[in-house]
């Protein structure tokens, strides 16, 4: 019986993955199209330093306020499509839709503060070694993007998106509905 079962029934998990993948390629270039675009807008328009908290985004580090924008305001529109595509199509989450939605902002945020602080470490080092000024941009942002998914993979398996086998109230009264 066992053997008759098609890949996605026997590796649930390992379907999931490349489901996820799939999505957080998407959510990617959704990432990279605004960040492309922010960058492009606000790098040179909003060029005073940006020094909050962990995130030093100075001129000395080749960093600046309109790059923060840019790298922020990214992250979130992909977590947003990441979101509201592998809650359904990646991980058939049937548990409380408002519940995971807060946990996935607070995780996106802790995620999205990572990732903006990775940028403020890694910029200056890859600036070290090149000056090419699309490499010193987009390599820690790439190395960002996949630390990113190595955290949210296994929280959204797990923790936020579950799907019970018995869901303790009916998913259709817990979403959004669309307007008719």
């Not at 998990?13 to 996820?20: A, H, L, N, Y």
């Not at 996935?104 to 403020?120: D, F, G």
């Not at 190595?150 to 669309?178: G, L, S, T, W, Y």
């Amino acid at each position: 019986m066992e053997e008759n079962k098609g890949f996605t029934q026997k590796h649930v998990g390992v379907w999931q993955f490349i489901k996820f993948s799939l999505v957080s390629s998407l959510a990617g270039i959704t990432e990279t199209v605004s960040f492309f675009i922010l960058s492009t807008l606000l790098c040179t328009r909003l060029t005073e330093d940006f020094d909050f908290f962990v995130f030093h985004y100075t001129n000395e580090k080749q960093l600046n306020l309109g790059l923060f924008i840019a790298f922020f305001a990214s992250a979130i529109l992909a977590e947003i499509v990441s979101f509201l595509i592998n809650r359904k199509a990646t991980f058939h989450a049937n548990n409380n839709f408002w519940r995971s939605a807060v946990m996935y902002l607070l995780l996106v945020l802790a995620v999205i503060s990572l990732k903006t602080w990775i940028v403020t470490v890694l910029t200056p080092w890859v600036g070290s070694w090149t000056g090419n000024q699309l490499l010193i941009e987009w390599i820690p942002k790439a190395i960002s993007m996949l630390i990113a998914m190595a955290i949210i993979f296994p929280m959204n398996k797990f923790v936020i998106m579950r799907h019970d086998e018995e869901p303790q109230e009916a998913p259709q009264e817990d979403e959004p509905q669309p307007a008719e």
